[in-house]
């Protein structure tokens, strides 16, 4: 069994609220590991994927392993599981062979990575897939950035002053994580069913923009708990002017393409 959506990103613009709703949902089926990586593994371009993704996913499946009070499902799933090897086909595969998987009407999964990986990646992942649907957040790109940045600094405990125009790209990869420009004509190619929602609208008005997701995904609305509770918020950090000046220098020409894609009141709803 595969999945029949997926929400490719943006990273930093509100996956992880979103996988903590849609997993409330008693139609919607997603697995216990968020963000599986498994496509940015094979095709991800300038995420470093191969280098960290086996032990992110190793220590997603130990927290599925230790699971309090597993059903006989999940001890069935859990073993099927085990029988293959992390980040291959017959483990993507098994990630969704779980018995409530079966008796619900979707299985997705959220990796906003995804949004990242060459044009080689998502032709295969139209291929292994077919024309699913899509959900993509599109986030305001130097408040993404900067966001990303202040959470690899936290993440690995960097010293932010010493983070600059030399340095910031090596350290951060922020380029490919949200190249409006270069990935949404790409995955528009492959792709005809992409949902487009803006990163405002989970503060300014959740319940609406989870009503659109509803819509999209043919699925009943649902009364979701906790959806204006802030997931994931970023430590305060303070960054150096030569590292935000990179940010916003390499983001400023997004808004023009983003802008003349989706019109200006969109915009005022990404950030």
């Known amino acids: 069994m595969l999945p029949n959506f997926l929400c490719i990103g943006s990273q930093k613009a509100g996956t992880s609220w979103l996988y903590d709703m849609l997993k409330q949902h008693p139609d919607i089926w997603l697995p216990d590991i968020k963000e599986v990586h498994y496509f940015d593994y094979y095709f991800g371009e300038g995420?470093?994927?191969?280098?960290?993704?086996?032990?992110?996913?190793?220590?997603?499946?130990?927290?599925?392993?230790?699971?309090?009070?597993?059903?006989?499902?999940?001890?069935?799933?859990?073993?099927?599981?085990?029988?293959?090897k992390p980040l291959t086909k017959e483990w993507y595969s098994a990630l969704f062979n779980h018995t409530q998987a079966y008796e619900r009407a979707l299985k997705g999964e959220i990796t906003p990575e995804y949004s990242a990986i060459n044009e080689a990646g998502v032709k295969e992942i139209r291929e292994e897939l077919g024309d699913i649907k899509i959900i993509w957040l599109i986030r305001d790109p130097i408040a993404r950035a900067i966001s990303q940045t202040k959470m690899v600094i936290n993440r690995s405990k960097l010293n932010p002053a010493l983070i600059d125009e030399g340095n910031i790209d090596k350290y951060v990869r922020f380029k490919g994580r949200a190249d409006y420009i270069k990935s949404i004509p790409l995955w528009e190619k492959y792709f005809s069913d992409i949902l487009y929602l803006p990163y405002g609208d989970i503060k300014s008005r959740p319940d609406y923009l989870l009503d659109q997701l509803s819509a999209f995904l043919e699925v009943k609305s649902f009364g979701y708990k906790n959806a204006s509770k802030v997931v994931h918020k970023t430590k305060p950090v303070e960054l150096t002017a030569s590292a935000v000046q990179v940010l916003e220098s390499y983001s400023m020409p997004q808004y023009d393409f983003l802008e003349k894609k989706f019109g200006p009141e969109f915009m005022k709803r990404i950030k």
Do not use: F, V
């Open 47 to 84: 995420t470093g994927a191969k280098q960290w993704a086996p032990k992110h996913i190793e220590k997603a499946m130990e927290r599925i392993r230790t699971k309090k009070n597993p059903s006989s499902s999940d001890k069935a799933y859990i073993n099927g599981l085990e029988l293959t």
